[in-house]
């Protein structure tokens, strides 16, 4: 193998990372059916004592930890094909999902409709997480690049904050809005939730999305240290493109 071959062969880090941010979107597809809610000791002005988020919240904080780390090893250009294929991605998961729930069912199968309500997302909230998908996770690869290319190598954290923290607030209210105002209203599909229930839904997701953008902040820098010292590198190495 020539020393060209062998700089384009993917390290373990890069692959490790790629693998959790699929792995992380693939969950979130999965468990976005499941409305969590979580009750507070105290009452926010719109949500009341009460967050309530999709199951997918968890998993899909995740995906911006992994591209956030990303973007910081191995650059822009890298990230947003990560990005990228990842939206093509959500596609395939979705033909499989509905291909298994279209195929006819054995007697000892699980329930078939239990089966289509666990994992068959409705056509509102597939729309709405797409479109919120695309437009959060490039918004969050191009405002951390554009950070670092100010502050230099230097303050990782605020990139990370930053960018995950505005990130999810455009994630937050396009998938709410779409999946269930507008989709609703102009596709059809789903049922239009009163405005107070929306506004709650957005400020409950993004409340748990900033405190996990915070506390994930020592995460990041320990995965990129590790990285680096195994790989040889310093922050002075990562590309800017």
Not at 74 to 81: N, P
Not at 87 to 94: D, E, R, Y
Not at 154 to 167: F, G, K, Q, Y
């Given at each position: 193998m020539?020393?060209?071959?062998i700089?384009?062969?993917?390290?373990?880090a890069?692959v490790?990372l790629?693998?959790?941010?699929?792995?992380?979107?693939v969950?979130?597809?999965l468990t976005a059916?499941?409305?969590l809610?979580f009750?507070?000791p105290?009452?926010?002005p719109i949500t009341?004592?009460?967050?309530?988020?999709?199951?997918?919240?968890?998993?899909y904080?995740?995906t911006?930890?992994?591209?956030?780390?990303?973007?910081?090893l191995?650059?822009?250009?890298?990230?947003?094909?990560v990005?990228?294929?990842g939206?093509?991605?959500?596609?395939?998961?979705?033909a499989l999902v509905?291909?298994?729930?279209?195929a006819p069912?054995a007697?000892s199968?699980?329930?078939?409709?239990?089966f289509s309500?666990a994992?068959?997302?409705?056509?509102?909230v597939v729309?709405?997480?797409?479109?919120?998908?695309?437009?959060?996770?490039?918004w969050d690869v191009?405002?951390?690049?554009r950070?670092r290319?100010?502050?230099?190598a230097?303050?990782?954290?605020?990139?990370?904050?930053?960018?995950?923290?505005?990130?999810q607030a455009?994630?937050?209210?396009?998938?709410v809005?779409?999946?269930f105002?507008i989709?609703?209203a102009?596709?059809?599909?789903?049922?239009v939730l009163p405005t107070?229930?929306?506004?709650?839904l957005i400020?409950?997701?993004?409340?748990?999305?900033?405190v996990i953008?915070?506390?994930?902040?020592?995460i990041?820098?320990a995965i990129?240290a590790?990285?680096r010292?195994?790989e040889?590198?310093?922050a002075?190495?990562?590309p800017f493109v």
């Open positions: 020539s020393e060209a071959q700089r384009n062969v993917p390290t373990i890069q490790a790629i693998g959790l941010f699929v792995t992380a979107l969950t979130a597809q059916s499941k409305v809610a009750e507070l105290f009452a926010f009341g004592t009460q967050l309530a988020l999709p199951g997918a919240a968890l998993a904080a995740l911006f930890l992994a591209s956030d780390c990303y973007t910081e191995y650059g822009r250009r890298a990230a947003q094909i990005v990228n294929v939206f093509v991605l959500n596609f395939v998961v979705l509905w291909s298994t729930i279209a069912a007697d199968s699980v329930d078939p409709d239990a309500t994992l068959g997302a409705s056509t509102n729309v709405g997480s797409l479109l919120a998908y695309i437009v959060s996770q490039n191009i405002v951390f690049h950070i290319a100010r502050t230099g230097e303050m990782l954290w605020l990139r990370n904050i930053a960018s995950t923290a505005s990130s455009i994630d937050t209210v396009i998938f809005a779409v999946a105002a989709a609703p102009v596709l059809g599909v789903g049922v107070n229930v929306i506004l709650s400020v409950g997701q993004y409340l748990l999305k900033l953008a915070v506390l994930d902040t020592p990041v820098y990129v590790l990285v010292s195994r040889g590198l310093t002075e190495d990562a």
